[in-house]
Protein backbone atom coordinates (compact mmCIF):
# COMPACT_ATOMS: atom_id res chain seq x y z
CA UNK A 1 0.00 0.00 0.00
CA UNK A 2 2.63 2.61 1.04
CA UNK A 3 4.14 2.10 -2.64
CA UNK A 4 0.97 3.11 -4.01
CA UNK A 5 0.47 5.61 -1.88
CA UNK A 6 3.98 7.28 -1.90
CA UNK A 7 5.33 6.21 -4.93
CA UNK A 8 8.35 8.69 -4.55
CA UNK A 9 8.36 7.85 -1.07
CA UNK A 10 7.27 10.01 1.67
CA UNK A 11 8.89 13.70 1.46
CA UNK A 12 12.47 14.15 2.87
CA UNK A 13 13.08 17.67 4.48
CA UNK A 14 16.59 18.50 3.97
CA UNK A 15 19.06 19.68 6.59
CA UNK A 16 20.86 21.51 5.07
CA UNK A 17 19.90 23.86 2.67
CA UNK A 18 22.53 24.47 -0.50
CA UNK A 19 22.26 26.66 -3.49
CA UNK A 20 22.18 23.32 -5.79
CA UNK A 21 18.96 22.24 -3.58
CA UNK A 22 16.96 25.49 -4.28
CA UNK A 23 17.92 24.73 -7.73
CA UNK A 24 16.80 21.56 -8.00
CA UNK A 25 13.47 22.05 -6.19
CA UNK A 26 12.73 24.70 -8.38
CA UNK A 27 13.26 22.64 -11.42
CA UNK A 28 10.77 20.25 -9.82
CA UNK A 29 8.31 22.55 -9.22
CA UNK A 30 8.61 24.30 -12.86
CA UNK A 31 8.38 20.49 -14.36
CA UNK A 32 5.19 19.71 -12.95
CA UNK A 33 2.50 21.34 -14.61
CA UNK A 34 4.00 19.61 -17.69
CA UNK A 35 4.43 16.14 -16.33
CA UNK A 36 1.51 16.10 -14.71
CA UNK A 37 -0.58 17.46 -18.21
CA UNK A 38 0.94 14.38 -19.91
CA UNK A 39 0.55 12.21 -17.14
CA UNK A 40 -3.45 12.84 -17.75
CA UNK A 41 -3.40 13.26 -21.48
CA UNK A 42 -5.79 10.89 -23.01
CA UNK A 43 -7.61 10.08 -20.38
CA UNK A 44 -11.23 9.56 -20.21
CA UNK A 45 -13.91 10.77 -17.87
CA UNK A 46 -14.11 7.23 -16.23
CA UNK A 47 -10.60 6.66 -15.70
CA UNK A 48 -10.21 10.49 -14.16
CA UNK A 49 -13.21 9.15 -11.48
CA UNK A 50 -11.45 6.18 -10.48
CA UNK A 51 -9.66 5.88 -7.29
CA UNK A 52 -5.85 5.55 -7.58
CA UNK A 53 -5.85 3.04 -4.80
CA UNK A 54 -8.16 1.44 -2.31
CA UNK A 55 -9.78 4.10 -0.44
CA UNK A 56 -8.20 7.12 -1.60
CA UNK A 57 -9.47 9.55 -3.91
CA UNK A 58 -10.11 9.74 -7.33
CA UNK A 59 -7.08 10.65 -10.02
CA UNK A 60 -9.63 14.22 -10.54
CA UNK A 61 -9.86 14.45 -7.01
CA UNK A 62 -6.07 14.17 -6.78
CA UNK A 63 -5.21 16.95 -9.47
CA UNK A 64 -7.78 19.49 -8.25
CA UNK A 65 -5.91 18.80 -5.04
CA UNK A 66 -2.51 19.25 -6.10
CA UNK A 67 -3.87 22.52 -7.45
CA UNK A 68 -5.42 23.73 -3.69
CA UNK A 69 -2.04 22.37 -2.74
CA UNK A 70 0.05 24.20 -4.56
CA UNK A 71 -1.64 27.77 -4.17
CA UNK A 72 -1.35 27.50 -0.57
CA UNK A 73 2.50 26.41 -0.94
CA UNK A 74 2.76 29.92 -3.43
CA UNK A 75 0.70 31.96 -0.82
CA UNK A 76 2.77 30.53 2.28
CA UNK A 77 5.89 31.55 0.45
CA UNK A 78 5.00 34.94 -0.66
CA UNK A 79 3.42 35.49 3.07
CA UNK A 80 6.92 34.72 4.49
CA UNK A 81 8.59 37.04 1.78
CA UNK A 82 6.35 39.82 2.48
CA UNK A 83 5.74 39.75 6.47
CA UNK A 84 7.67 38.61 9.66
CA UNK A 85 7.03 34.90 10.30
CA UNK A 86 3.58 35.15 9.68
CA UNK A 87 0.97 32.49 10.72
CA UNK A 88 -0.04 30.15 8.36
CA UNK A 89 -3.45 27.91 8.20
CA UNK A 90 -3.46 24.09 7.41
CA UNK A 91 -6.34 23.20 6.03
CA UNK A 92 -8.78 20.03 6.04
CA UNK A 93 -7.82 19.08 2.93
CA UNK A 94 -10.32 15.66 2.78
CA UNK A 95 -12.93 18.33 3.23
CA UNK A 96 -11.74 20.20 1.07
CA UNK A 97 -11.97 16.82 -1.56
CA UNK A 98 -15.29 16.51 -0.95
CA UNK A 99 -16.20 20.11 -2.31
CA UNK A 100 -18.69 20.28 -5.92
CA UNK A 101 -15.28 21.82 -7.53
CA UNK A 102 -13.70 19.12 -7.49
CA UNK A 103 -15.85 17.05 -10.19
CA UNK A 104 -15.27 19.77 -12.51
CA UNK A 105 -13.01 19.40 -15.34
CA UNK A 106 -9.27 18.78 -14.80
CA UNK A 107 -7.90 21.65 -17.39
CA UNK A 108 -9.34 24.08 -14.72
CA UNK A 109 -6.61 22.98 -12.31
CA UNK A 110 -3.65 22.08 -15.18
CA UNK A 111 -4.10 25.74 -16.02
CA UNK A 112 -4.38 26.82 -12.31
CA UNK A 113 -0.91 25.18 -12.10
CA UNK A 114 0.67 26.22 -14.92
CA UNK A 115 0.14 29.82 -13.62
CA UNK A 116 0.87 29.01 -10.47
CA UNK A 117 4.48 27.31 -11.12
CA UNK A 118 5.24 30.03 -13.34
CA UNK A 119 4.63 32.78 -10.93
CA UNK A 120 6.53 30.74 -8.11
CA UNK A 121 9.31 30.08 -10.00
CA UNK A 122 9.52 33.46 -11.15
CA UNK A 123 9.52 35.14 -8.00
CA UNK A 124 11.87 32.42 -6.58
CA UNK A 125 14.22 32.95 -9.60
CA UNK A 126 14.68 36.63 -8.43
CA UNK A 127 15.57 36.14 -5.02
CA UNK A 128 18.91 36.23 -3.18
CA UNK A 129 19.64 33.09 -1.84
CA UNK A 130 19.73 33.74 2.00
CA UNK A 131 16.20 34.71 1.77
CA UNK A 132 15.26 31.22 1.51
CA UNK A 133 17.27 29.91 4.93
CA UNK A 134 16.31 33.51 6.66
CA UNK A 135 12.43 34.13 5.51
CA UNK A 136 10.08 31.73 7.04
CA UNK A 137 6.61 31.03 7.99
CA UNK A 138 4.93 29.61 11.30
CA UNK A 139 2.36 26.67 10.25
CA UNK A 140 -0.36 26.04 12.44
CA UNK A 141 0.56 22.40 12.67
CA UNK A 142 4.27 21.77 11.67
CA UNK A 143 5.58 24.90 13.06
CA UNK A 144 8.36 27.20 11.75
CA UNK A 145 9.42 26.44 8.59
CA UNK A 146 11.51 28.28 6.52
CA UNK A 147 11.17 29.20 2.77
CA UNK A 148 13.53 26.63 1.73
CA UNK A 149 11.17 24.13 3.68
CA UNK A 150 8.54 25.34 2.37
CA UNK A 151 9.50 25.26 -1.22
CA UNK A 152 11.19 21.30 -0.19
CA UNK A 153 7.36 20.22 0.89
CA UNK A 154 6.18 22.19 -2.08
CA UNK A 155 8.36 20.43 -4.46
CA UNK A 156 7.80 17.24 -3.31
CA UNK A 157 4.06 17.83 -3.33
CA UNK A 158 3.96 18.21 -7.02
CA UNK A 159 6.21 15.22 -7.83
CA UNK A 160 4.54 13.06 -5.70
CA UNK A 161 0.81 13.32 -6.66
CA UNK A 162 1.90 13.79 -10.23
CA UNK A 163 3.87 10.12 -9.56
CA UNK A 164 0.17 8.72 -8.26
CA UNK A 165 -1.30 9.71 -11.65
CA UNK A 166 1.16 7.99 -13.36
CA UNK A 167 1.58 5.13 -11.87
CA UNK A 168 -1.95 4.32 -11.65
CA UNK A 169 -1.81 4.80 -15.10
CA UNK A 170 0.69 2.36 -15.34
CA UNK A 171 -1.15 0.04 -13.39
CA UNK A 172 -4.25 0.12 -15.14
CA UNK A 173 -3.01 -0.20 -18.84
CA UNK A 174 -3.79 3.17 -19.66
Known amino acids: MDE ?3 PIGPVLLAE ?3 PE ?3 TWMQMVASTPGDLRAAVQGLTAEQLDTPYREGGWT ?3 VIHHLADGQLHFYLRFK ?3 TEQE ?3 QAYDENVWATLPDMNGPVEYSLAML ?3 HARWV ?3 QAMEFNLFTERAVTHSERGRMSLATVLNYGAWHGAHHTAQVAAHRKRMGW
Open 4 to 6: IRY
Open 79 to 81: KGL
Open 114 to 116: EGI
Open 86 to 88: PQV
Open 16 to 18: RIT
Open 122 to 124: ALM
Open 21 to 23: LID
Open 59 to 61: LRQ
